[in-house]
């Protein structure tokens, strides 16, 4: 009942505002009487959202055309001729559906995506983040991985800073509801969200002490995780819960975050304490999977500042671990804002986005101008009577004003429609990690956006004719109907307002066919691998169910034992960081003659922990020497794999078998090379191939990490395969949860899904541009030809042969199209470099595509000029001259 009276009186407080649109005089009469009856309709219709906005329908028309009555009895005649023009405007559309539809349709289109686009930029780019005071939070070196001593080092060695707290995600195992799951933990420094200003919307926040080892048994809920998997049961505070991973098994709920909250790494189920011992220094600290470091700036500090600090911060730390820090990751420490980094890469790229959107409904305004251009002129008689008799050049202009206007409020309605259509299918072709996806919806702001939007084309399409139209002459306007009278139909307004969008549509067009180029160049890169007919799957043990690496490595044995033996499959291998994501371990190593000098970093190689089995399954290709099998256990001979380009950075030229290598320490354990396997673009297939080290899963000493399974199927799809899997692996360990059970070819295309939706944002766009370059063409080109029937009439009369007549009709069309185009070009080349960051294997001035864009824009205005010259030169004269 409570939250029932809340409604009531917000809804009173809307009602009282909105009778602000009647006369004083007539609230101080009527508004109790009124306010009274409001109060008991609503309280009829509780309970009924149906009821309620009808009841709210009611009100706004009541008092709307109340206003509007008193506003008509203060302004008398000039109210009265506004409505009478405004009912003729509406009429007169009425007349025109086809020219109503396609204007307003025009329109709808145009506002529509401005609208979406506007949605997603504002979303990722404008709102603020859930935080408090968000624009003084900052990411401190972003560019690094730190330990959790060099991370608290950050905020004593920057005075600009007031704290810091690092973050690095985990995968832990949910058990006891339901099937055994992965799910993914953020842990965090225990004044995490006091650093951001965000309380829980359950129970409390991590205390100082619980990252001390043994004390960190303890988890805060996100609201997603709670709701679905707990049912949002309040009580779930001070349960124990089975999460297993980072050093426990089990661990008591002390919060739970509420829904507006959002991670600053992106979404996750669950945040627990990063562990460790303050007394560990930071050389001896091995927890360097701190993955980002967010801070918040001291009262008066400012990102300037905070950058010449860190820099400084990084040069000492380069100092005390030079093995760590090259001179090149000192040379990038920087303070980015929060906002900055949450929005990534993406950022220049949806501000060109939104500026290609904008030219599309500048361009639709242009079409509509230049049919309301053209009804203005076909209608020129009528104007000229009215100025005749003598309407004043406000009254002339008016009625076409009022058109523009009706047009834009239909156009803007069905705009917005549309828009919510065009959201919700970018949000469903949006990659998972696109910054800030799940915020995209049409909000407050985006429907003043199209409000604004619907304003502004009133005012730039019906302007224009408006002011034409109020020029009228009405002595040269009636001459010029006496038949024979020579008066141009030609608009030049018309012919620079085609011109301006055929400039805009080639600017918008060659973006989208950079665009397209170079997702082809992308997509035509051989990542190394074949990942087509492979399913990929992650059997997580927990630590607990397997304390040693001999157990956790004998139940990898039996489980690809198990999968290898499924019906169809035809090959099977593991891999422990999946191709085709971001994931990666990179460490010093020690190449076996290569002379590192004193005091300059060593090189770091990525590593990767493998099983029997996939190089094959994956048809990675093998240089030289052997690929590691079976026998590489524990108690044989240390051996490794390198790939081309780590043969070519360390030993260029020189046979690398029998070579060895050690990473971390040169003195550590020698790992004899004993093959050489091709280049494979583990993360992006826009990068070059790093130098990296292939190791039997059972000679690292992290034998316990979880690894990515690979089943290569003989005949049908991986994914029909996945129950007869699923079981194979259950058979083996019930309790053990199954992760990410996919296609590989799936998972190497989602590593272009960003390049994808760019392309596809910014292709729909220059389809968008050219359909209504292609009917602004068309239009003033058969309204221009419309209008010449009779001339063309006489002309194939006196003897001038139809190609002659063809000719006449496509010159008024061309001119100003391909003055266009020129102009098109020109602006393109000037501004493709927007696009630089996100292109691959292409230029931004590819001749290819401006080539492609204006031979492609050619032809559709050729085409959209050649239909009305056509038909003008098809003209049987005796039956034009018999209508004049």
């Keep these: ?23 004083s005089e007539l609230r101080r009469t009527w508004g109790p009487d009124m306010e009274a009856l409001f109060r008991h309709r609503m309280a009829q219709a509780e309970g009924s959202r149906w009821r309620r906005g009808g009841v709210w329908a009611r009100a706004v028309q009541d008092i709307v055309f109340e206003a509007v009555g008193e506003q008509m009895k203060k302004g008398g005649e000039a109210m009265a001729t506004m409505i009478q023009d405004l009912r003729y405007a509406l009429r007169s559309l009425r007349r025109a559906p086809a020219l109503t539809l396609v204007a307003a349709g025009t329109l709808a289109l145009g506002i529509g995506a401005a609208t979406a686009t506007f949605t997603v930029v504002h979303a990722v780019l404008l709102r603020d983040l859930p935080y408090q005071d968000p624009d003084r939070l900052v990411m401190v070196w972003p560019e690094v991985n730190a330990n959790k001593t060099m991370a608290l080092l950050a905020e004593e060695e920057l005075p600009s800073l007031a704290g810091v707290s690092g973050m690095t995600r985990w995968t832990l195992t949910l058990t006891g509801a339901g099937d055994p799951v992965e799910i993914t933990g953020t842990q965090v420094f225990t004044d995490h969200f006091e650093l951001l200003g965000v309380l829980p919307l359950l129970g409390r926040t991590f205390r100082p002490g619980e990252d001390l080892p043994g004390a960190a048994g303890v988890v805060i809920l996100s609201h997603h995780f709670w709701t679905s998997v707990f049912g949002a049961d309040p009580g779930v505070v001070g349960r124990m819960i089975d999460v297993a991973g980072a050093e426990y098994d089990r661990r008591t709920v002390v919060g739970v975050m509420p829904e507006r909250y959002r991670p600053v790494m992106g979404e996750t189920d669950v945040w627990i304490p990063l562990e460790g011992d303050p007394a560990v220094g930071l050389v001896a600290d091995d927890s360097w999977y701190v993955n980002q470091r967010v801070a918040r700036l001291a009262p008066g500090a400012t990102v300037a500042r905070a950058n010449a600090e860190v820099k400084e911060h990084a040069r000492r730390m380069q100092e005390r671990l030079p093995t760590i820090f090259d001179d090149e990751e000192v040379a990038t420490a920087t303070v980015q804002p929060l906002h900055d980094f949450v929005a990534g890469g993406t950022g220049s790229v949806l501000w060109v986005a939104f500026g290609a959107v904008s030219l599309v409904l500048v361009m639709a305004c242009a079409n509509v101008a230049n049919l309301l251009l053209a009804r203005g002129e076909a209608r020129g008689r009528d104007l000229a009577v009215r100025a005749a008799l003598g309407a004043g050049r406000r009254r002339v202009a008016f009625p076409l004003l009022a058109e523009s206007g009706l047009l834009s409020v239909s156009g803007g309605a069905l705009g917005v429609a549309l828009a919510y259509g065009m959201v919700s299918a970018a949000v469903r072709l949006a990659p998972e990690d696109f910054p800030r996806i799940a915020e995209v919806g049409v909000s407050r702001a985006v429907l003043v956006f199209a409000l604004a939007a619907t304003v502004l084309t009133t005012v730039v399409a019906g302007l224009v004719p408006a002011l034409r139209a109020s020029r009228v002459d009405a002595t040269a306007s009636l001459g010029s109907s006496v038949r024979g009278t020579g008066r141009r139909v030609a608009s030049p307004v018309s012919a620079a307002l085609v011109g301006i969008q055929v400039a805009l549509a080639v600017v918008v067009a060659v973006g989208s066919g950079l665009m397209l180029r170079s997702l082809g160049a992308l997509l035509a890169v ?14 997580n043990p927990p630590g607990g169910r397997y304390p040693d690496g001999e157990a956790f490595l004998e ?22 960081l999946l191709p085709g994501t971001e994931n990666n371990w990179s460490f010093p190593t020690f190449p076996e003659g290569v002379a590192i000098p004193a005091g300059s970093p060593v090189p770091s190689v990525n590593f990767r922990a493998v099983r029997p089995g996939y190089f094959e399954t994956l048809r990675i290709p093998l240089r030289t020497g052997r690929l590691l099998g079976a026998a590489d256990r524990a108690d044989s001979e240390p051996v490794a794999l390198v ?5 070519a950075r360390f030993w260029p030229g020189e046979d690398p078998l029998g ?17 050489v396997v091709a280049d494979v673009r583990q993360h992006d297939r826009a990068a070059e191939p790093r130098p990296e080290m292939y190791y039997a899963h059972a000679q690292v000493p992290w034998n316990q990490m979880a690894m990515w399974i690979m089943a290569r199927v003989r005949t049908g799809a991986p994914l029909d395969y996945a129950e007869a899997v699923r079981a194979a692996v259950w058979d083996v360990d019930a309790d053990v949860p199954i992760a ?34 292609g009917i602004g063409v068309f239009g003033v080109t058969a309204y221009t030809v419309g209008r010449r029937l009779p001339e063309f009439g006489v002309r194939i009369a006196l003897g001038s042969s139809r190609a002659q007549v063809l000719g006449t009709a496509l010159l008024h069309g061309v001119v ?8 098109g070009m020109a602006a393109a080349a000037l501004s493709a470099d927007l696009l630089e960051s996100v292109l691959y294997g292409v230029t931004p001035r590819d001749p290819w595509a401006f080539a492609g864009v204006a031979g492609l824009f050619g032809v559709v205005a050729l085409v959209a000029t050649m239909l009305p010259a056509w038909r003008a030169s098809r003209l049987d004269p005796v039956a034009v001259l018999s209508k004049e």
């Design 1 to 23: 009942m409570t939250s029932g009276r809340h409604a009531l009186e917000r809804d009173l407080r809307r009602y009282r505002a909105l009778m602000r649109l009647l006369p």
């Design 526 to 539: 051989d990542a190394g691998l074949v990942g087509e007919g492979v399913l990929t799957f992650r059997p």
């Design 555 to 576: 139940y990898y044995d039996r489980v690809t034992e198990r999968v290898a033996a499924v019906p169809g499959v035809e090959s099977v291998g593991a891999i422990h």
């Design 643 to 647: 790939n081309e380009a780590f043969v």
């Design 659 to 675: 070579r060895t290598v050690s990473y971390f320490r040169p003195d550590g354990t020698a790992y004899r090379v004993v093959g």
């Design 740 to 773: 990410g059970m996919d296609d590989m070819s799936a998972v190497l295309g989602r590593s272009t899904r960003t390049m994808r939706f760019l392309a596809f944002l910014l292709t729909g766009f220059g389809l968008l541009a050219l359909i209504l370059g």
């Design 816 to 823: 100003p199209v391909a003055l266009g185009l020129v102009a």
